[in-house]
């Protein structure tokens, strides 16, 4: 068996216009995500980041002003998504982002799970997102909301198609 040469990771300066590009895509190309407010906080691969602050117009409970169980679902799909996108662009790191970009347009949902352990009460909320498994087809995500506090709001798991 012969071991394939290590090819040369991206230029910084390439690695800027992608993340630049995965901002743009997750902050404003995708609409719904603008119009909830949903900032990338973090490209790290290892655990990516989506923050957005609480407003009126999110709350679900009107007498307690609590989150929107669907803005929740939906902000965990998102960095779960978001996760997905960047352990693609670290595996395929040698890629342009014109190359990289063409890839995420094939990344969809597959089955979404989330679990909601306390109430969605908070001025600023941070999902993470972690790949437990990165496959050819499926990517697996585990994803977290937590508030301003760290106070853990839920957690949600993933299978997002890659391929």
């Known amino acids: 068996m012969t071991a394939h ?8 300066e390439e690695q800027i216009r992608l993340e630049a590009s995965l901002r743009d895509v997750f902050e404003h190309k995708l609409c719904f ?31 307690h002003g609590r989150l929107h169980g669907g803005v929740i679902a939906t902000v965990l799909d998102t960095v779960g998504g978001l996760a997905a ?4 662009a670290e595996k395929f790191n ?5 190359q990289v970009a063409h890839r995420f347009g094939r ?9 909601f352990l306390r109430q969605g009460i908070g001025k600023k909320f941070t999902a993470t997102g972690r790949i437990t498994r990165l496959g050819g087809r499926i990517a697996s995500v585990q994803m977290t909301l937590e508030n301003e506090t760290g106070l853990l709001i839920a957690t949600g798991s993933a299978s997002y198609v890659i391929s």
């Open 5 to 12: 040469p290590q090819l040369p990771r991206r230029s910084p």
């Open 33 to 63: 995500n603008e119009l909830l407010g949903f900032k990338v906080e973090s490209l790290d691969p290892t655990a990516p980041q989506i923050s957005f602050m609480m407003r009126k117009e999110l709350i679900g409970h009107f007498l």
């Open 85 to 88: 996108t960047v352990a693609i």
């Open 94 to 98: 040698d890629e342009t982002t014109e």
């Open 107 to 115: 990344i969809g949902t597959i089955d979404l799970r989330t679990d």
